[in-house]
């Protein structure tokens, strides 16, 4: 079965400084992987999206994610972090039957 | 281009009564997904419509239910609520089936 696991259950950095979020995948094939945000009581908002096209998948705001089939990785990074920042992300797989299955997330913390 | 849209935003309910939310897609989009996300298990996939036929279904009691109708919209309903049903739930929508989901704000729902 496809999986993703999220690394960390809370990330906290300073405004300015860059943002790493870990996401690891198990999968028998290539998959399709994407990061989603959701703003405090919000929908969830697409950030980017993995399709086998290109490893390092740039997407909304200044995020970027590379996909590291060696080591079933799709870690997402921004340069430098802005208070809007502060949000739980999703890091999610396409499984089967076109189902979605999410990390546990990450709660993203931005200091003044 | 609009996005997905839910109606009621929220809602509030007591143990044993039923309800029915509504989800309505992006223009042109032909598959609905409907998701449940809550603090102790996350977000749960609970089914997929695409044509008006349910394509998948996640591993919820016969108590979810759905449809689709020809114009895309889609209901989710659920009957004798329990505490634990408290909950967001969020739609998605994608062009096709696999394609790229696109999310509502979501209904809070909440059961007394």
């Known amino acids: 079965a496809q999986s993703v696991t999220q690394l960390d259950s809370h990330v906290s950095v300073s405004e300015g400084t860059p943002v790493l979020l870990r996401c690891n995948y198990s999968?028998?094939?290539?998959?399709?992987l994407f990061w989603y945000v959701q703003h405090p009581n919000k929908g969830l908002q697409l950030l980017l999206k993995y399709t086998s096209a290109a490893t390092l998948v740039k997407g909304i705001n200044g995020f970027e994610a590379e996909f590291k089939k060696s080591e079933t990785s799709f870690h997402l990074t921004k340069p430098s972090a802005h208070m809007s920042d502060a949000a739980e992300y999703f890091c999610?797989?396409?499984?089967?039957?076109?189902?979605?299955?999410f990390g546990a997330g990450t709660t993203v913390t931005v200091r003044a | 281009k609009a996005g997905v849209t839910q109606t009621p935003r929220y809602l509030i309910k007591t143990r044993g009564q039923q309800v029915t939310l509504s989800c309505s897609p992006i223009s042109g989009h032909r598959s609905v997904s409907w998701y449940q996300q809550t603090p102790g298990q996350g977000l749960q996939f609970l089914f997929e419509?695409?044509?008006?036929?349910?394509?998948n279904k996640g591993n919820f009691p016969g108590r979810f239910s759905g449809r689709q109708f020809s114009n895309s919209r889609s209901e989710m309903n659920v009957s004798t609520l329990e505490l634990g049903d408290s909950a967001l739930y969020l739609c998605?929508?994608?062009?096709?089936?696999?394609?790229?989901?696109?999310f509502g704000p979501g209904t809070r729902l909440t059961v007394l």
């Open positions: 999610v797989v396409s499984v089967a039957d076109y189902k979605l299955s």
């Open positions: 998605a929508s994608s062009l096709m089936e696999g394609d790229t989901q696109y």
């Open positions: 999968s028998s094939y290539s998959p399709s």
């Open positions: 419509y695409f044509s008006e036929t349910q394509r």
